[in-house]
């Protein structure tokens, strides 16, 4: 029978905890049709065994993976091998107390994503030591412009709507799933359940460098997916240093007066020939990197390579433009004028492609 709600819960040598979490669990979402589902690292301790006993009284069971480990696949491995319209993630280790979920589970009827969350008025972080605290500050700190309307983004506890997330899309890392789901799904509104983070009364906990260099490497990953327009800038950047190199080389470059005389060239200004030939060698590069990085994953619409050459030939005349104006009423220098020139036309040229050329599958 196809369950609702879907409780997700990494483990790893939990046998001690998943008993008492069960029963907490069960006790606190007695009106609802729901199933724990364990996801468990191959532990040694005998936590799978424990969990196929529980199996035989509540609507638990366990997925064991004997290839695999970490906490974010595991939640994904969870995900796929559920199918339920809710799903909640939650700790084994009884930090998150299981009392909370009717609540998630309520505010989730009306909201796509819904944090569990230790700084939401109501919510406490209980018993941490201030180094904890601090390191707790700077993780959720440094998520603040991936998302901004919650106010614990890096919260463990956390649930959502299954039909608002392409499992395919996520890219597990380290820890913090939550903060991945939450910024890869398609939410159209969030909310946040307040908790008290509760001490670990049995296991060791698992927090070390490794897991803190992993966050630094998701967030770099979801700071490149969120703001496209990062992606966009550095391939931006390797067309701007091809562009300015090759211009600046035909610049120095003389094998006919018509490079090297000042009007020469059908009476324009000597810099418009070599600035145009550099532009349509970066265009070309650009149009290739942002093909295959910058919009890698969406689909690219109907004749997309000739609405981007159209687009950048188009801005190429803008750019030109400003060129033009640059050297003539400001007396820069041509290089110095080409650079400003195609920063300043960068935002158009970004704005077009996303709309114009790339949509999101």
Same mark, same amino acid.
């Not at 966009?232 to 240093?241: A, E, L, Q, S, T």
């Given at each position: ?59 638990? +069971?366990?997925? =064991? ?5 970490? #906490? %974010? ?5 969870? $995900? &796929?091998?559920?199918? *339920? ?32 969350s230790r700084y939401a008025k109501g919510g406490s ?6 180094? +904890?605290?601090? =390191? ?5 700190? #440094? %998520? ?5 309307? $919650? &106010?614990?983004?890096? *919260?463990?506890l956390f649930g959502f709507r299954r039909a608002a ?165 400001l007396n820069l220098p041509p290089v110095p004028a ?24």
């Open positions: 029978m196809k369950k609702t709600l879907a409780i997700i819960v990494p483990t790893f040598n939990e046998r001690e905890n998943v008993g008492l979490l069960t029963e907490r669990v069960t006790a606190a979402l007695k009106n609802v049709n729901f199933e724990i589902l364990f996801v468990d690292d191959n532990s040694r301790d005998g936590t799978a065994e424990a969990i196929n006993q529980l199996a035989q009284k509540y609507p638990v +069971r366990v997925l =064991v993976r004997k290839d695999k480990r970490g #906490l %974010a696949s595991a939640v994904v491995d969870g $995900i &796929k091998a559920s199918d *339920s319209e809710f799903v909640i993630v939650m700790d084994a280790d009884l930090q998150h107390p299981p009392e909370v979920l009717p609540a998630m589970f309520s505010a989730l009827q009306s909201h796509e994503l819904v944090m569990g972080p209980g018993e941490w030591k201030f180094t +904890r605290k601090i =390191v707790s500050f700077v993780a959720n700190l #440094l %998520a603040l412009p991936l998302l901004y309307r $919650i &106010k614990d983004r890096v *919260s463990g997330l392409d499992v395919s899309k996520l890219s597990p890392v380290g820890w913090k799933i939550g903060l991945e789901i939450a910024v890869r799904g398609r939410y159209k509104s969030m909310s946040e359940v307040p908790y008290t983070f509760s001490p670990r009364a049995r296991g060791t906990s698992k927090l070390s460098r490794k897991i803190i260099w992993q966050y630094v490497q998701q967030l770099v990953a979801l700071y490149l997916a969120k703001f496209q327009i990062i992606n966009f800038m550095m391939v931006g950047g390797i067309g701007f240093i091809i562009n300015i190199a090759i211009m600046n080389a035909l610049i120095q470059w003389p094998p006919a007066p018509a490079f090297t005389v000042k009007g020469s060239f059908l009476g324009t200004d000597y810099y418009l020939l070599p600035f145009t030939i550099s532009s349509l060698v970066a265009i070309l590069s650009n149009y290739l990197l942002n093909k295959f990085w910058t919009f890698k994953g969406w689909t690219e619409k109907s004749f997309g390579g000739l609405r981007y050459f159209t687009m950048a030939l188009a801005t190429l005349l803008l750019d030109m433009l400003v060129l033009y104006l640059f050297a003539h009423y080409a650079a400003l020139a195609i920063l300043l036309v960068f935002i158009v040229r970004f704005l077009i492609a996303r709309k114009w050329v790339w949509m999101q599958k």
